[in-house]
């Protein structure tokens, strides 16, 4: 039957444009489809490393946010790293962190070590220097060394916790020059 308004090769020419729409509909759906599932494969490849299912992003941001945090208030600073999962809640971890992280402030590392009510940070204090190697070293030296990664406090209780835990340290290490000495104390 011949189409009125367009003859005969009008009606030709609507079925094949239709037929074309049809196909690059179909066409652009599928493409929108690959896009959807590349699109969540990248996502689900930079979520599951993470034990939040977060992207990459996110969990740079909260690792900047605690360091922040730290260089405000170290308490709260390793407690937030703690529960976020970036640093084992073991004393270990935490003087571990303390001695390789870069970017952390000197004054609040001393303060944190420094902190006598705190339990956990004595413990941290004695990992933190039985993390330091100051085999061989005068005692001069051993301080600088245990000294480069903080900074004395200001109460003279808290420097003297720092003095002790160093120089029961630097007594492990250099047993052989403590033995010629009158008392360790010294």
């Known amino acids: 039957m011949e189409d009125v308004r367009f003859g005969t090769s009008g009606g030709v020419r609507l079925a094949a444009a239709a037929a074309a729409a049809a196909a690059a509909a179909d066409a652009l759906e599928l493409v929108i489809q690959r896009h959807y599932v590349d699109t969540l494969e990248q996502h689900e490849q930079i979520a599951t490393p993470t034990s939040y299912k977060v992207s990459e992003t996110i969990r740079k941001r909260q690792y900047r946010i605690g360091l922040n945090l730290f260089n405000k208030k170290p308490e709260k600073g390793v407690t937030y790293l703690i529960r976020r999962g970036f640093l084992e809640n073991t004393p270990q971890g935490v003087a571990r962190f303390l001695i390789s992280r870069k970017g952390l402030s000197r004054q609040m590392i001393g303060e944190y070590l420094g902190n006598l009510q705190n339990p956990f940070n004595m413990a941290v204090l004695e990992c933190f ?18 000294q480069a990664y903080f900074r004395m406090p200001g109460e003279a209780q808290k420097i003297e916790r720092l003095m002790e835990v160093f120089s029961q340290r630097y007594c492990q290490c250099n047993s052989d020059i403590v033995a010629r000495l009158r008392s360790s104390d010294t």
């Open 129 to 146: 220097a039985g993390e330091l190697d100051l085999c061989g070293m005068q005692v001069d030296v051993a301080l600088r060394k245990f």
